[in-house]
């Protein structure tokens, strides 16, 4: 079955330590986002990537970094500089070309810092 | 920029009840329109999308018309069921932007009793 796979679904880590969120897609897509979910405030993206090697950064990024070494990969690390790193975190992808855009998600990872 | 607000929830229905989430945007030019839903622990799914003026999207007795005069793009259902019950988002790219680079509304949470 297609589709994109996060992992872990939660995750737990100490303040001040650098954790990485896993996002893998089998759908052959050539972009890939990253956004974050806080309660009442939709998604803000953080970064996105068109294709391999390269990314830009969204609305928030500050305190997050990625990479795309890969095309089926573009994993997430929230770094100690992020000041409210727990939240819902959501990695999405789409065909390059598709002139409807439509995002695919994946079941996202739930962070925890405390 | 661009922004969507969406009518502020929580909305709560009996089932069978009508169903209307009222989304409004702010953008240049003609953007495409979304809604997604998601369900409690899950990523996103699209759930129906307009592309330009006038187009009606419609999904699994949900529809949407993307209303140009009014900036709109309101979401209804005539008998809603508690399978229903999700968290509604609406979105738009806007034209002339970076590949699906969406805005996301704060989404509506509802709630469908038997």
């Known amino acids: 079955d297609g589709g994109i796979t996060q992992s872990p679904k939660y995750l737990f880590r100490k303040e001040g330590q650098n954790v990485t969120l896993s996002c893998e897609q089998n759908?052959?897509?050539?972009?890939m986002y990253w956004y974050r979910q806080d309660p009442g405030q939709g998604l803000r993206l953080i970064y996105y990537?068109?294709?391999?090697?390269?990314?830009q950064k969204g609305d928030i990024a500050e305190g997050y970094s990625v990479s795309r070494e890969k095309k089926e990969s573009f994993p997430l690390t929230v770094t100690s500089a992020q000041k409210n790193p727990t939240a819902f975190y959501l990695c999405?992808?789409?065909?390059?070309?598709?002139?409807?855009?439509?995002?695919?998600f994946g079941p996202g990872t739930r962070l925890t810092v405390t | 920029g661009n922004s969507v607000t969406q009518m502020e929830g929580p909305v709560t229905l009996s089932e069978e009840a009508f169903l209307t989430i009222n989304c409004t945007y702010t953008?240049?030019?003609?953007?495409?329109l979304f809604w997604y839903v998601q369900y409690p622990g899950e990523g996103l799914q699209l759930l129906l999308k307009?592309?330009?003026?006038?187009d009606k999207g419609s999904n699994k007795g949900f529809e949407a018309t993307y209303r140009k005069e009014t900036t709109s793009f309101h979401l209804e259902k005539g008998s809603v069921q508690v399978s229903d019950s999700a968290v509604y988002f609406c979105?738009?790219?806007?034209?002339?932007?970076?590949?699906?680079?969406?805005?996301f509304g704060q989404g509506t949470i509802l709630t469908v009793h038997p």
């Open positions: 979105a738009l790219k806007a034209s002339g932007t970076s590949y699906g680079k969406l805005t």
């Open positions: 307009a592309t330009k003026a006038d």
């Open positions: 759908l052959n897509h050539d972009a």
């Open positions: 953008a240049t030019g003609y953007p495409s």
């Open positions: 990537s068109q294709i391999v090697n390269d990314f």
């Open positions: 999405a992808s789409s065909i390059r070309e598709d002139r409807s855009y439509e995002q695919y």
